[in-house]
């Protein structure tokens, strides 16, 4: 399966027109072609499925009773100002101005006498769009987390280098004495530093791995533990947790010998940045849970917290329609709970 037959399933589209014939025929033959589309036959219905639903494009009508399609449109870009719109007439040459298009960002026209399969060619393109938007949106994520866990890393690096320096010290002033002079208890502390640097040294061996990893080409697979998984979204929300004052829980239920792949780098990019907005929406001593468990078919990230209903709903219809560009994720979002699923291949 292509790409863009992968996408398409995830892309949910809303056609609004009040000529019910049009939309009933329409529906049904995009349907047929394997998209995913709702109707809605005024504009005040089209509107509330838009706030209410998770749609990427819609279909509208330019002219129409009560509500018209610009009408709509000014409605829905108070809210939203991702979704992509092509905008209908069934009017040949009655496109709307072009300073009309351009004023409530309108990203196509369709003139209904040029067909179904026109409108197809213009859905297409509307779905590349959506999903070029996403890679530039997860980019900058990505870019945004990599910058974070550099820091992270720095923070996290300073008390093992000071170990470091210390042990190095002591461990010179113990050679510097003569063999003779090695009593048992200068044994048990030369072997109580050397213990120490070794694990010190292997901490910031795996740190300076995960950056490398990070920095990669994300179609370079990674497999990693849940721990790691872990580590590596502390480290990146490190500054943000000092700074809420929130408490983040963490809880492993996988399989000891599980091992995650796929896009799960992605992912935590996009976990990362969902416990940022989250915490920007708590107050200090807030807690938010996050377990990383299995079944037989799926991998989940949970987070719950009280605070998930305050988000913004631009940001959550953001980060949602970047997960429906990732190969086999899934995401849900309930009032106080946030699902990623990742389909185990």
Known sequence: MSKYDELKKHVNILLIDDDVDYVDVTAFFMRSKGYNVSIATNGADGIEKVKNGDIQIVLLDYYMPGLTGEDVIKEIRKFNKEIIVIMQTGFAGQQPPSDTLKRLNIQNFHDKSDGVDKLLLQVMSAIRVFNQQNEIMLSKYRINAIGKLIKGIAEEMKSPIMSLSAGIEATNSLIE?????????????????????????????????????????????????????????????????????????????????????????????????????????????????????????????????????????????????????????????????????????
């Open 177 to 345: 004495e003569s063999v003779e002079g090695l009593n048992r208890d200068t044994m048990v502390s030369l072997k109580k530093f050397y213990d120490n640097n070794k694990r010190y040294l292997e901490k910031i061996d795996k740190i300076l791995t995960a950056v490398i990893h990070q920095s990669n080409d994300r179609d370079n697979e990674e497999f990693l533990t849940g721990k790691e998984i872990i580590e590596r979204i502390e480290l990146i929300i490190l500054s943000e947790i000092k700074t809420s004052g929130v408490i983040l829980e963490k809880e492993l239920l996988l399989r000891a010998e599980t091992l995650i792949t796929g896009t799960i780098t992605d992912v935590i990019f996009i976990i990362c940045e969902v416990l940022k907005d989250i915490m920007n929406v708590s107050e200090i001593g807030n807690k938010i849970k996050m377990y990383l468990k299995e079944d037989e078919k799926m991998w989940y990230i949970e987070l719950i917290s009280e605070n998930i209903e305050k988000l913004e709903k631009s940001k959550t219809y953001r980060i949602r329609n970047i997960i429906v560009g990732l190969n086999n994720v899934e995401m849900e979002i309930e009032q106080n709970k946030i699902s990623v699923k990742m389909h185990k291949e």
